[in-house]
């Protein structure tokens, strides 16, 4: 490492947070000095497989031709301009595309900047729906326990209480209601018991409740659980049953990830008001989407306001629906389907036997999805380092080691990847006792 990149890590360190962490005492970062395909490259020369996809995004691999040439025609138009009173191709065309992928009650698209306003604008649409028909007592939110929804604080107050560490912010946060977890595996026998808990949350409190929130198939964040389609559908149904709207949050799960291109389609659901983030622009920049039926949007624009309230500065940026648009292009053209099946049966293949290592409680696989959940917490630091040294970029949290690969990972490198898990798993150094 030469002195100038000792320098900026010096300088990052001492003055820059990093998503959860300490600032007195962080833990290391990487130098980046480029990414192409599916490799990060490191100021200090190493290239590593990435296994994460920037967190679930990068779709089509780093510095992808079709992509780049998509933000430089953009930007030679126009890099962004105000959608108060302007609008643009790239958020039509964008729109346009959504509507027409996604589960068809779907019609009304609100585009944002990141996943948590994402989620902000889905709970603030489901409070004036209700508030704009009159029944202004239905402003409360249910939710299941393990679930994870951003980090601001209406977002906050759906995720998990517990590892979400609710305590800290309880003056101040929304008093939502939380059912289990979903306990019933998506591989498991259906138990209808399984959402007995859930109704009767639904029965006490349907009269003021506005919505009902919950993360399709795949618990992300708060312990990559894959539960049962039969739990979604029957939150569906009691959506319905006690009037309560659905709001999916495909931020994590949306554009193929989990095998079908939107997860509520294991369930063959078609929810009220649905939120997209993280993919939507192939990983090149943040850019996320609310969409909602008709209903929704037309009961808000009838109600007091007559609008809706909401509307960020770099609402519906050209350059981001410009990338967003030519992602979901090239989903269809890469055969996205095909690409996810390939890297569920290597990791089926690969990476499920771990399961069978002593220092592992479970290992699960769905899509592009490949989990190895062990039965002590990760040391972070330590095992970041060996994953480094092995070549891979993976970022375990507590007990999890968990990799979403780019759609476009190659055989060889997927299996790199998984060795280098199996490796860790050896070496006490990279767990707590
Ligand atoms: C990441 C994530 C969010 C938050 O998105 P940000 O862009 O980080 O704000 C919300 N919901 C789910 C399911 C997520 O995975």
Redesign the pocket.
């Known amino acids: 490492m030469n002195k100038k990149h000792t320098e900026l890590l010096t300088f990052d360190r001492e003055n820059i947070w990093h998503p959860y962490t300490s600032m007195s005492s962080p833990l290391p970062s990487y130098l980046v000095e480029s990414a192409k395909g599916v490799e990060i490259k490191l100021a200090t020369g190493e290239t590593l497989i990435d296994g994460m996809a920037s967190?679930?995004s990068v779709l089509h691999g780093y510095n992808h031709p079709k992509l780049n040439q998509a933000v430089i025609d953009q930007t030679e138009k126009v890099a962004h301009v105000m959608f108060g009173g302007l609008t643009h191709q790239p958020a039509v065309e964008l729109c346009q595309k959504l509507i027409a992928l996604t589960p068809k009650s779907l019609e009304r698209v609100f585009l944002s900047d990141?996943?948590?306003?994402a989620?902000e604008v889905a709970i603030k649409m489901a409070i004036q729906y209700w508030h704009s028909k009159g029944e202004k007592n239905k402003h409360r939110l249910l939710t299941v326990r393990n679930g994870?929804?951003?980090?601001t604080f209406a977002?906050m107050s759906v995720c998990d209480p517990v590892t979400g560490m609710h305590q800290l912010f309880d003056q101040v946060l929304m008093k939502n209601l939380f059912a289990p977890a979903p306990g019933i595996a998506i591989d498991e026998e259906w138990q209808p018991e399984d959402t007995a808990a859930l109704e009767a949350l639904f029965a006490e409190h349907h009269q003021e409740l506005a919505a009902f929130i919950i993360?399709p198939i795949v618990q992300?964040?708060g312990g990559m659980r894959f539960y049962h389609p039969e739990y979604l559908k029957t939150c569906a149904a009691l959506c319905k049953k006690y009037r309560v709207l659905m709001i999916a949050?495909e931020?994590?799960t949306g554009f193929g990830r989990t095998g079908k291109l939107f997860a509520c389609e294991w369930a063959d659901i078609s929810p009220d008001i649905l939120?997209l983030?993280?993919t939507l622009t192939g990983g090149y920049m943040?850019l996320?989407a609310t969409l909602c039926s008709e209903d929704v949007a037309v009961t808000i624009s009838e109600g007091e306001a007559g609008c809706f309230m909401h509307g960020p500065t770099f609402m519906g940026n050209p350059l981001a629906c410009a990338v967003a648009s030519a992602s979901i292009d090239l989903l269809k053209e890469n055969d996205w389907q095909q690409q996810v099946a390939r890297l569920e049966a290597i990791l089926q293949q690969h990476l499920l036997p771990l399961s069978g290592h002593k220092r592992v409680k479970d290992a699960r696989v769905l899509g592009a999805i490949g989990v190895v959940e062990a039965r002590q917490s990760v040391n972070v630091a330590n095992i970041q380092k060996r994953f480094v040294e092995l070549g891979v970029w993976i970022r375990p949290f507590g007990k999890l080691i968990y990799i979403m690969p780019p759609y476009v990972t190659e055989k060889s490198d997927l299996l790199k990847v998984i060795r280098a898990i199996a490796t860790v798993l050896d070496e006490d150094t990279c767990f707590n006792a």
Request: charged share 15%.
């Open positions: 967190w679930w990141s996943g948590s306003v989620v994870y929804h951003g980090d977002a993360e992300g964040t949050d931020i994590a939120c983030g993280k943040s996320a």
